[in-house]
């Protein structure tokens, strides 16, 4: 049914419930069927504004609740009903679109199509005209104000312009919000260049939606949803290629899909482990490359800490890295510095500055998360005081060293020269461990009793692809390019679980766990809002980069743009620091999902055969949500994701250690 509003009443008196109106009335641009509110305007006195909801009933011709008679003389003349108890004829001339009714005598106004008209003249289509004091407004009216009005491909029903099953009206079309690529989940939702509508969500061209996941997925190439949403590919196939899961080298060994021209446990055939003194799986072939022994153990001078420049030449403490054969403070991702490693933030620091997390006790579990209906979004519970609520599942978490900024594409391009090609560096079976931690076992293992965080897995070397095909099959925009240029500033991204944690190992550092990048983000026992406090991140981007609010301010999705430098929201800097902690791109774990278990004193669940891993590092880019800045919420993916939406924040040991 249509519907009348009415707003801004300027009345001497208004008398209720009778609804007399004392003086001359006048109707500003009354149309049909959407509501107005353009209002009533009556002469002198203060105003008051009021909303008048009048219905039209098409099987009495009444406004409901109005007590008077409805179109009996056209809505002029009901108008000049109320003020007088005299309906005034009315003479309408095709134009302005609106009404005067004034006491006792006509008005000439004009009328534009779909307003209410009573006379002869000028009524313009789609109008309800010629209604007389004991006239029907009815269904016989309503249709009259369809045919001129109607959105193109929707018909006339019973006085409503009704679109074809599944479409709706946007504008002056019907369309269908899940295919549309201009209104693509809503009137106006332009799909960007190169992406098309799927099920009300703008995807590249070539990718699927999954809502399962709520991400666009390449079934032909994604490992993870390969040849469908949620399809997993298996160990013994780990490639998923054309939409099938494959072994690429053809060889699985003990059932894992191995390479046995550069894997350093099978080199060669199953079983054929590298010894120290060749530990480079080459062609198929265990050797030393660099051609330099050190006490029986093939080492690369130019790079090893324990022999940089020559056997036995350790660096300390205070340069722990070496790179060209001297030892160094900086790790091997900024050494070369350049864009990327060494102008970072609005000081333009060092891209590899890790600032110390002290450690502490916190609850993993706060502020749960509501929909408010009238903000239309998630907000956090919050206690009477402002402070954290419904605390649950404590926490303990040594001091721990956490990146600054998330690692940029620069950063990642000397990871990817080391790697050369899988013929240069790999991680050592059990590096990546928090070997400062319980005499060097690393973190407690919630997964299984008794048992320690396990490190890296030789197994894994076959995930770790970092080609230019792989580090772009994403859906875009991912932030790699295959040589260096204005990206390299920007996070990395399209990184899967292995390729983020062998880039740690690589760069001196770790994959911290998944409780301690929450009390990081937590502000630790403070249990903030947002990591920089209860300040709403407005959408200025200077606390997060989220919603496409970068770099105008304002949502405004195109893609590549959307995605800030690491470091510009510097008002969103964490309690010890460390910026981007939300927004931007999110940043793996190294442990993986599972329910939180008590008591957690330094843990993490390394129980990954049926559990997928979780980044923890909430909201990207992209997403409006503002449910996903709050510390405790979080993200499943399997290991082998690879979206736009995840990129790396590397842990380190403490200085202390």
């Known amino acids: 049914m249509p519907f009348c509003a009415v707003r801004n009443l300027s009345a001497e008196s208004l008398d209720a419930p009778s609804w007399r109106l004392n003086t001359t009335a006048r ?183 999954c809502s399962d996941i709520g991400d666009c997925v390449n079934e032909l190439t994604d490992p993870t949803n ?92 205070s340069a722990p890295f070496c790179y060209q054969s001297v030892c160094t403070s900086t790790p091997p991702s900024c050494a070369p510095g350049g864009p990327g490693m060494t102008d970072c933030g609005a000081n333009a620091e060092s891209c590899c500055t890790s600032l110390e997390v002290t450690g502490g006790a916190f609850y993993r579990t706060f502020d749960d998360p509501y929909f408010d209906v009238e903000a239309g979004a998630y907000l956090p519970t919050l206690a009477p005081d402002g402070g954290p609520y419904g605390e649950a599942d404590p926490a303990t978490v040594s001091t721990v060293s956490l990146d600054k900024y998330l690692a940029t594409v620069g950063r990642f391009r000397q990871f990817v020269k080391a790697w050369a090609g899988g013929a240069g560096w790999l991680p050592p079976s059990g590096s990546g461990k928090h070997s400062y931690l319980n005499g060097g076992k690393g973190l407690v293992d919630v997964g299984t009793p008794g048992a320690y965080e396990p490190g890296w897995d030789s197994s894994y070397d076959v995930n770790i692809v970092l080609t230019d095909t792989s580090l772009t099959s994403c859906m875009w925009p991912y932030t790699w390019t295959s040589t260096p240029g204005q990206n390299e500033s920007l996070p990395m991204d399209c990184v899967d679980w292995y390729e983020a944690y062998a880039f740690c190992i690589w760069d001196g550092g770790f994959l911290p766990s998944q409780a301690e990048w929450e009390y990081a983000t937590a502000g630790g026992d403070q249990q903030r809002e947002y990591p920089w406090g ?82 923890c590092q909430g909201g990207y880019f992209s997403d409006s949500s503002k449910e996903f800045l709050y510390p405790a919420s979080g993200t499943l993916n399997y290991p082998g994701y690879q979206g736009y939406i995840v990129g790396i924040r590397c842990g380190r040991a403490p200085s202390a250690q």
């Open 226 to 317: 390969c040849g469908g949403c949620g399809t997993q590919c298996q160990p013994a196939a780990p490639t998923c290629e054309a939409a099938s899961c494959i072994c690429p080298t053809g060889t699985v060994c003990q059932g894992i899909c191995v390479n046995e021209l550069a894997d350093t446990t099978n080199c060669g055939g199953c079983g054929t482990r590298c010894p120290p003194s060749a530990p480079t799986c080459n062609k198929g072939t265990c050797a030393c490359l660099t051609g330099t022994m050190c006490g029986g153990a093939c080492v690369d001078e130019s790079t090893d800490s324990n022999n940089c420049g020559g056997c036995g030449t350790a660096c300390g403490t």
């Open 534 to 615: 209860s300040q709403s991140p407005g959408t200025a981007n200077q606390y997060a980069i989220y919603g496409c609010n970068y770099p105008s301010g304002s949502p405004n999705c195109t893609g590549l743009a959307n995605i800030a430098p690491v470091g510009v929201a510097t008002l969103g800097a964490g309690r010890w620091g460390q910026l981007d902690l939300v927004g931007e791109v999110g940043a793996w774990d190294v442990d993986g999902f599972t329910p939180f278990v008590s008591p957690c004193v330094d843990c993490g669940n390394f129980t990954f055969a049926s559990s997928p891993f979780e980044f």
């Open 27 to 209: 109707i500003d641009s009354v149309s049909l069927p959407r509501a107005k509110t353009e209002g009533v305007r009556v002469g002198g006195g203060a105003s008051v504004t009021y909303a008048l909801g009048a219905m039209l009933t098409p099987s009495r011709g009444a406004i409901a609740q109005a007590h008077a008679w409805l179109l009996a003389a056209g809505f002029a003349s009901l108008v000049s009903l109320a003020c007088t108890g005299t309906p005034a004829p009315i003479s309408a001339e095709a134009g302005s679109g609106s009404l005067d009714a004034s006491t006792g005598s006509s008005a000439s106004t004009g009328a534009g199509s779909g307003s209410i008209v009573s006379g002869s003249t000028g009524s313009a289509a789609g109008s309800l005209a010629n209604l007389g004091p004991n006239a029907d407004a009815g269904d016989d009216a309503l249709a009259a104000a369809c045919p001129n009005t109607c959105p193109s491909g929707a018909s006339c029903q019973d006085g409503k312009c009704v679109c074809p099953n599944g479409e709706t009206p946007c504008g002056s079309t019907c369309v269908n919000l899940t295919t549309d690529s201009q209104n693509c989940g809503y009137c106006g939702g332009a799909c960007p260049s190169g992406q098309a509508c799927q099920s009300g969500v703008c995807c590249a061209v070539g990718f699927t939606w």
